[in-house]
């Protein structure tokens, strides 16, 4: 593992605990001796993690997008035919086809693998979508299955699917050639901050409920509210996302995250209200377009 940080960290400890022998590496002292700590073998430098590792070596990365051209020029060089090169994190999905031409002229597999679950997955799990060739997918199997939520992560099989579980009910995918899976996993990401969005908006209007009962402003720049008597609620809104948790046709992970969040802070007076913008939404918007697909959300 390349990239000890919140999600890499992680990563490795879910795979050592099921009994996979994983080294760690990451340009921060401080990261490796935490792994190291655990158990899990620490690398100080590219060469030294290569050398820990028995042919074919599999390398994955988990850096910023912006890191990973840098690491695989570092790392390519050293590797052999038959070695697999994998990108974990929010790459744009037309590098990894970029990227993917020349490893595989030098004989290395490269696999994109869009991974979510965030700093949770350690006990939940990672969904993994993935693109790249058959083969390094499949000698990696045991690899995603240990990572995966597994079957049960989902309360209730689909209907309709029967026998045994595919990989997509075990939590991971081969989505197609090299770019698939980071192009599903940009599309994940986009509708994932509609979600939010629409969580957002709703509570918003929920949190401005008692507007009738407040002075308002009177002047040319402001609206009069003209029946105030239909707007005198003092809504709970810690409670009315604990209720939507339970039988509502929007529950979900992130309204389960929003309630932890308003049950600790009920005005959200601890976050910024900023985001930072790292990429997928834009890409997937542009994908859209690209293809002739409305997308207004």
């Known amino acids: 593992m390349v990239g000890l940080g919140r999600m890499g960290s992680n990563m490795v400890r879910r795979l050592h605990r099921d009994g996979h022998t994983c080294v760690g590496y990451d340009v921060t002292e401080a990261a490796v001796a935490a792994i190291e700590a655990e158990g899990i073998s620490g690398a100080r430098t590219p060469q030294q993690l290569i050398d820990a590792l028995a042919a074919p070596r599999n390398i994955w990365l988990m850096v910023p997008a912006a890191l990973v051209d840098q690491t695989i020029a570092t790392f390519a060089p050293l590797l052999d035919v038959g070695d697999t090169l994998i990108d974990g ?12 031409g020349p490893l595989k002229q030098r004989g290395i597999h490269f696999l994109d693998v869009g991974t979510s679950g965030g700093v949770f997955g350690l006990e939940r799990g990672y969904c993994l979508m993935i693109g790249g060739d058959t083969a390094a997918v499949q000698r990696l199997a045991p690899i995603f299955d ?14 309709g699917r029967e026998g045994e579980p595919d990989t997509a009910e075990r939590g991971w995918l081969h989505c197609g050639e090299s770019g698939a899976g980071h192009f599903v996993k940009m599309v994940h990401n986009g509708i994932e901050y509609g979600l939010m969005a629409a969580y957002a908006e709703g509570l918003n209007v929920l949190a401005n409920a008692n507007i009738g009962a407040t002075d308002r402003l009177k002047d040319a720049e402001t609206a009069p509210l003209t029946h105030p008597q239909y707007y005198q609620y003092e809504l709970d809104l810690p409670a009315i996302a604990e209720v939507w948790r339970r039988g509502s046709v929007v529950a979900s992970w992130l309204l389960d995250l929003t309630a932890n969040a308003l049950l600790a802070d009920p005005k959200l007076e601890g976050f910024s209200g900023n985001v930072s913008d790292s990429g997928e939404g834009r890409w997937t918007v542009a994908a859209a377009i690209d293809e002739g697909v409305p997308m207004p959300v």
């Open 89 to 100: 994190g929010n790459s744009w999905y037309r590098d990894d086809v970029d990227r993917s």
């Open 146 to 159: 240990s990572l995966a939520p597994g079957f049960d992560a989902a309360p209730t099989r689909t209907l």
